[in-house]
T-cell receptor, first 112, second 115 residues
Framework: AQSVTQLGSHVSVSEGALVLLRCNYSSSVPPYLFWYVQYPNQGLQLLLKYTTGATLVKGINGFEAEFKKSETSFHLTKPSAHMSDAAEYFCAAYNAGNMLTFGGGTRLMVKP | KAGVTQTPRYLIKTRGQQVTLSCSPISGHRSVSWYQQTPGQGLQFLFEYFSETQRNKGNFPGRFSGRQFSNSRSEMNVSTLELGDSALYLC??????????????FGPGTRLTVL
């Protein structure tokens, strides 16, 4: 079964700085990968997903992620952080059995 | 199109009681999945229903059960509540996640506190 690892449970950046949230997955077969964001007291909102095709995926709110098979990675980036980006971010992969396997989450803090 | 709705949003129960949570999927979606979110264990898959049939179940005890109705609405039930069942329970709907390019859309969750 797939497992997903997010490096860094907390990431702090200054407003306007680059955001980089790391995600690695386990498998020799490219999975289907997702990034979700969770704001306090809310559910998960889809940011972007990778299925097949273009390895650079653009999502909402200026986020994008690059699928790198050689590194089994799917890191999430945003060129310039905004205060409203402060939230928890989850990387997820589909497993057999129609279930999503989530990473542990990364809490992004944005300093003014 | 309305999103996934979950009721109630907050629940407080005591140990030994049982609880039922409800989820209404996005119109046209036939699959409903349930996840438990806790600070210690993170997000864990509970089960998935499609066309009123449970297709998959995660590694949870039999106290956790669910069902799906003909209109795709789903309920999950937890019997004999334990303190460790305190969590945010998230429901997600999709057209059919057996299609791996499908996307699960999440509701706001039900926050269950067991005292």
């Amino acid at each position: 079964a797939q497992s997903v690892t997010q490096l860094g449970s907390h990431v702090s950046v200054s407003e306007g700085a680059l955001v980089l949230l790391r995600c690695n997955y386990s498998s020799s077969v490219p999975p289907y990968l997702f990034w979700y964001v969770q704001y306090p007291n809310q559910g998960l909102q889809l940011l972007l997903k990778y299925t097949t095709g273009a390895t650079l995926v653009k999502g909402i709110n200026g986020f994008e992620a690059e699928f790198k098979k050689s590194e089994t990675s799917f890191h999430l980036t945003k060129p310039s952080a905004h205060m409203s980006d402060a939230a928890e971010y989850f990387c997820a992969a589909y497993n057999a059995g129609n279930m999503l396997t989530f990473g542990g989450g990364t809490r992004l803090m944005v300093k003014p | 199109k309305a999103g996934v709705t979950q009721t109630p949003r907050y629940l407080i129960k005591t140990r030994g009681q049982q609880v039922t949570l409800s989820c209404s999927p996005i119109s046209g979606h036939r699959s409903v999945s349930w996840y438990q979110q806790t600070p210690g264990q993170g997000l864990q898959f509970l089960f998935e229903y499609f066309s009123e049939t449970q297709r998959n179940k995660g590694n949870f005890p039999g106290r956790f059960s669910g069902r799906q109705f003909s209109n795709s609405r789903s309920e999950m039930n937890v019997s004999t509540l334990e303190l460790g069942d305190s969590a945010l329970y998230l429901c997600a709907s999709s057209l059919d996640p057996a299609v791996l390019t499908d996307t699960q859309y999440f509701g706001p969750g039900t926050r269950l506190t067991v005292l």
